[in-house]
């Protein structure tokens, strides 16, 4: 009887080109295993460790440090190298000192580095908002993580500033005029800009979000904007831009 369900390993000619790895200079790469993020906006936690932090050479260095606890993703260790990590994870290396952030770029999602009082801070965009049993308010984010809670007034689009592993909501943005977007993806991906209009959508239309970027106004699917602060974004989002 032939084998059922996909293949546990990929190839890195195949890798998404999302992916900004070396496409020859190994076989394989790590595929991720179900997440919170499809394939193409993530990448396998053993990846970023070997081919984007370059704090390992070898498979077999990759798989002692994620068994042996160290590396943490947003405050909690991951022990399974092909863990899905995304758009703004926090990835901390203890024994390194060193502490990264997965922003977007036009080559997909890079390693911003973090000052040491970062590593806990992170913006998660919120994607649903539904009234659950008791009457509260659950609110789902980007990431696949989710919240009860009846204070906050933000809607689908918005974002919260959190701490990790916590999830204690520090900080919150809308995606409204006056607010500092970011570009999740395309030419302009990493480019920040001020919002200065958000238009609703429709059924047959989606919503757009226009911004002033350094290339100038640009009106942008209200999907691929990401709210990150008022006067100035409240997280590290640079290396993203390049």
Not at 179 to 199: T, Y
Request: hydrophobic content about 35%; some cysteine.
């Amino acid at each position: 009887m032939g084998k059922k369900g996909g293949r546990n390993r990929l190839k890195s000619i195949a890798a998404p080109r999302s992916w900004d790895i070396p496409r020859k200079k190994g076989t394989f790469v790590y595929k991720p295993v179900a997440g919170p993020y499809p394939i193409a906006s993530s990448y396998p936690l053993g990846t970023v460790v070997r081919d984007l932090a370059r704090l390992a050479s070898r498979s077999k260095e990759v798989k002692f440090i994620t068994r042996s606890g160290g590396v943490l993703v947003d405050g909690t260790e991951r022990h399974v190298p092909s863990f899905p990590v995304g758009l703004f994870n926090v990835l901390s290396v203890p024994a390194e000192g060193s502490s990264f952030r997965l922003v977007p770029s036009r080559k997909g999602l890079v390693l911003a580095k973090l000052d040491h009082d970062e590593e806990n801070r992170k913006l998660c965009r919120i994607t649903s908002k539904t009234k659950v049993k008791g009457g509260h308010i659950q609110f789902g984010f980007h990431d696949g993580r989710s919240m009860l809670s009846d204070a906050l007034s933000l809607g689908p689009g918005d974002a919260v500033l959190m701490q990790v592993p916590s999830q204690k909501v520090i900080g919150e943005v809308k995606l409204a005029k006056g607010s500092i977007g970011l570009v999740l993806s395309g030419e302009r991906a990493g480019q920040v800009g001020k919002i200065s209009d958000v238009k609703k959508g429709t059924i047959s239309r989606e919503g757009m979000v226009r911004l002033s970027l350094p290339g100038g106004e640009a009106e942008i699917p209200s999907r691929l904007v990401f709210p990150v602060g008022t006067e100035e974004p409240m997280i590290t989002i640079g290396g993203g831009d390049r």
